[in-house]
């Protein structure tokens, strides 16, 4: 909804500080820990007999992971002889297979390459020769992309996993079974020299283990960017850097967080840098109980097994969250644990943000944040009312200043600027780009360019106006995506809306509405219009009106409006 645009004051300095709620530090120390596998042994020792991951029904203590990555850790060190630095890709969905490998992959200081299972095989080679793959850790169901481009590639060693790895011979040989001729979702294919994951942990068991030598600065993740605006580069994060971001992230909501007490819901992707970092690392840093679920798109079964979870804490993305407010059986949990919702990798609507909070009695805060930055950059405080629009505040030892076109730094608020971040969760640049091409450099001045349009209030709260790239131009006149689509929002027979610029001749761009109604709902292109024009300028108004019975998204349930926009040039 449009609202009586507010004075521009100047200001000074940053006057997110002030707003910080009680317990929550100015600043972090990024070096708390020496490397991500100090991290892990410390948390080994100190919450050892507690549970650190379920899945499936099965759960592995800390001390169960700490023998299991030590083992899987001894393989790869001794068996395939990998170095410190060496690079290895995990392509696997939530499974306890997950951490093991993450953690073991750590402790043996190698680099790790986040892949996307759901990668079609032009985009698995594209990633494999980019980050220069010769390890890679794959579950059975995605083999037969691997097996497509397996020859055109440098990957020499294939450990092949499978869903029931982890969950004893019984139940682990039952599921596989399912897996492979009930529900057939692992299609023929041909890798001769692949090895069993089984027997990775079987021979590791009776190797021996070497702890490397690990720095701050050494090279903890080559993280691949969305590619939702162009093509997929590798943010280079440091283990400093992920330290920092969980340090940064135990700064702003650690005075409502308990050690060793917490039972985080992990929907999303751990290959995905928003539940890695707020998910994976900040919750084991925690000492707390993961949830993984291994395919939050089956809502009924998702559900399933919140029930008697007792989870008091969830992240997610605006879909899922929409999706879960709208199930009959999520209304009936039980919310009285749930302590923190957190919402990261698109905008969190206000019309999902407040049915959210009254469903189950917890603010759901938004949070931004960028894989170049590891990614968490700001954050909505934990004492908010509810919601407000905004990001939130900078994180602790955070930076933010907004820039104008001009790349003067803008000192007034409630004006509009490209956002740009310094702090240590920034990475050091992408892998194999060219660093003296200052015209394709992320950094301005030191500053990490975002690509992102945002304002920012009195108290330091700031709010996404849209992407740069994602801009409607009407008539000379910038039309902001998100806001079109916040008002479709309010309408209740919407369930889903996505708005774009279509090219057109008098105009420059008109703005087409692509929209998923409501289950068993009536609602007419007219109609939208007209309850759109009620709160938004004429040039504003969608002139176009679609109505699908699904989005483009990413495997994370970010939309791809991208992909919408192509489709209608």
Same mark, same amino acid.
């Given at each position: 909804?449009?609202?009586?645009?507010?004075?521009?004051?100047?200001?000074?300095?940053?006057?997110?500080?002030?707003?910080?709620?009680?317990?929550?530090?100015?600043?972090?120390?990024?070096?708390?820990?020496?490397?991500?596998?100090?991290?892990?042994?410390?948390?080994?020792?100190?919450?050892?007999?507690?549970?650190?991951?379920?899945?499936?029904?099965?759960?592995?203590?800390?001390?169960?992971?700490?023998e299991l990555t030590r083992d899987f850790a001894a393989y790869l060190q001794h068996t395939l002889q990998l170095k410190v630095g060496d690079r290895i890709a995990l392509m696997m969905p939530n499974l306890l297979q997950y951490p093991v490998c993450l953690f073991?992959?750590?402790?043996?200081?190698?680099?790790?390459?986040?892949?996307?299972?759901?990668?079609?095989?032009?985009?698995?080679?594209?990633?494999?020769?980019?980050?220069?793959?010769?390890?890679?850790?794959?579950?059975?169901?995605?083999?037969?992309?691997?097996?497509?481009?397996?020859?055109?590639?440098?990957?020499?060693?294939?450990?092949?996993?499978?869903?029931?790895?982890?969950?004893?011979?019984?139940?682990?040989?039952?599921?596989?079974?399912?897996?492979?001729?009930?529900?057939?979702?692992?299609?023929?294919?041909?890798?001769?020299?692949?090895?069993?994951?089984?027997?990775?942990?079987?021979?590791? /068991? #009776? %190797?021996?283990? @070497?702890?490397?030598? $690990?720095?701050?600065?050494?090279?903890?993740?080559? &993280?691949?960017?969305?590619?939702?605006?162009?093509?997929?580069?590798?943010?280079?994060?440091?283990?400093?850097?992920?330290?920092?971001?969980?340090?940064?992230?135990?700064?702003?909501?650690?005075?409502?967080?308990?050690?060793?007490?917490?039972?985080?819901?992990?929907?999303?992707?751990?290959?995905?840098?928003?539940?890695?970092?707020?998910?994976?690392?900040?919750?084991?840093?925690?000492?707390?109980?993961?949830?993984?679920?291994?395919?939050?798109?089956?809502?009924?079964?998702?559900?399933?097994?919140?029930?008697?979870?007792?989870?008091?804490?969830?992240?997610?993305?605006?879909?899922?969250?929409?999706?879960?407010?709208?199930?009959?059986?999520? /209304? #009936? %949990?039980?919310? @009285?644990?749930?302590? $923190?919702?957190?919402?990261?990798?698109?905008?969190? &609507?206000?019309?999902?943000?407040?049915?959210?909070?009254?469903?189950?009695?917890?603010?759901?805060?938004?949070?931004?944040?960028?894989?170049?930055?590891?990614?968490?950059?700001?954050?909505?405080?934990?004492?908010?009312?509810?919601?407000?629009?905004?990001?939130?505040?900078?994180?602790?030892?955070?930076?933010?200043?907004?820039?104008?076109?001009?790349?003067?730094?803008?000192?007034?608020?409630?004006?509009?600027?490209?956002?740009?971040?310094?702090?240590?969760?920034?990475?050091?640049?992408?892998?194999?780009?060219?660093?003296?091409?200052?015209?394709?450099?992320?950094?301005?001045?030191?500053?990490?360019?975002?690509?992102?349009?945002?304002?920012?209030?009195?108290?330091?709260?700031?709010?996404?106006?849209?992407?740069?790239?994602?801009?409607?131009?009407?008539?000379?006149?910038?039309?902001?995506?998100?806001?079109?689509?916040?008002?479709?929002?309010?309408?209740?027979?919407?369930?889903?809306?996505?708005?774009?610029?279509?090219?057109?001749?008098?105009?420059?761009?008109?703005?087409?509405?692509?929209?998923?109604?409501?289950?068993?709902t009536e609602l007419d292109e007219q109609t939208l219009r007209d309850f759109c024009r009620q709160y938004l300028t004429a040039y504003k108004v969608p002139k176009v009106v679609e109505f699908r019975d699904e989005l483009p998204k990413t495997n994370v349930g970010?939309?791809?409006?991208?992909?919408?926009?192509?489709?209608?040039?």
């Open positions: 909804m449009e609202r009586a645009p507010q004075q521009p004051q100047p200001f000074t300095g940053k006057p997110w500080l002030n707003r910080y709620p009680e317990g929550v530090p100015a600043e972090i120390d990024a070096d708390k820990y020496a490397s991500l596998m100090d991290m892990f042994e410390q948390g080994i020792k100190e919450f050892a007999d507690k549970p650190a991951f379920t899945n499936f029904g099965k759960t592995l203590s800390y001390q169960d992971l700490d073991g992959a750590l402790r043996a200081g190698l680099v790790v390459v986040n892949i996307n299972p759901l990668y079609t095989a032009r985009e698995l080679k594209y990633q494999l020769l980019d980050a220069h793959i010769d390890t890679l850790v794959i579950v059975e169901n995605f083999a037969d992309t691997l097996a497509q481009v397996i020859k055109d590639t440098s990957v020499k060693n294939i450990i092949l996993t499978r869903m029931g790895d982890h969950l004893g011979p019984i139940k682990g040989r039952l599921l596989n079974w399912v897996v492979k001729y009930v529900k057939k979702l692992i299609p023929d294919y041909q890798l001769p020299s692949a090895i069993a994951y089984q027997t990775v942990m079987r021979e590791g /068991k #009776q %190797l021996s283990y @070497t702890r490397p030598e $690990l720095s701050g600065d050494s090279l903890a993740f080559l &993280q691949y960017t969305g590619g939702t605006t162009g093509r997929s580069k590798g943010a280079m994060l440091s283990h400093r850097n992920l330290l920092a971001n969980v340090e940064q992230c135990v700064g702003m909501y650690g005075p409502v967080l308990r050690l060793g007490e917490e039972k985080v819901v992990t929907a999303l992707p751990l290959y995905h840098v928003f539940a890695l970092t707020a998910n994976g690392l900040l919750f084991f840093r925690l000492g707390a109980q993961n949830l993984l679920i291994t395919n939050p798109r089956d809502i009924k079964g998702f559900v399933k097994e919140l029930k008697g979870s007792n989870f008091s804490c969830i992240t997610g993305v605006n879909t899922l969250f929409n999706a879960l407010v709208n199930n009959d059986d999520f /209304k #009936q %949990l039980d919310f @009285t644990s749930l302590k $923190l919702t957190i919402g990261g990798g698109m905008a969190v &609507q206000k019309v999902v943000a407040e049915k959210w909070q009254r469903m189950t009695g917890s603010r759901l805060l938004e949070g931004y944040g960028l894989t170049e930055c590891s990614p968490l950059v700001s954050v909505c405080p934990y004492d908010m009312a509810g919601y407000n629009g905004s990001i939130g505040l900078p994180v602790c030892s955070t930076d933010i200043r907004l820039v104008d076109d001009h790349d003067e730094a803008i000192t007034m608020t409630h004006t509009p600027g490209e956002m740009e971040v310094k702090g240590p969760q920034v990475m050091s640049g992408y892998w194999q780009a060219d660093t003296n091409d200052t015209l394709d450099s992320p950094f301005h001045d030191g500053w990490l360019r975002t690509g992102d349009i945002a304002t920012m209030d009195e108290q330091g709260f700031f709010t996404i106006v849209d992407r740069k790239k994602d801009m409607i131009l009407v008539s000379g006149f910038n039309v902001f995506p998100n806001e079109i689509e916040e008002v479709a929002m309010q309408h209740p027979n919407v369930r889903e809306a996505a708005a774009v610029g279509v090219p057109q001749a008098d105009h420059g761009e008109i703005v087409k509405l692509v929209v998923v109604k409501q289950p068993n970010k939309i791809l409006r991208r992909e919408l926009r192509d489709e209608a040039s």
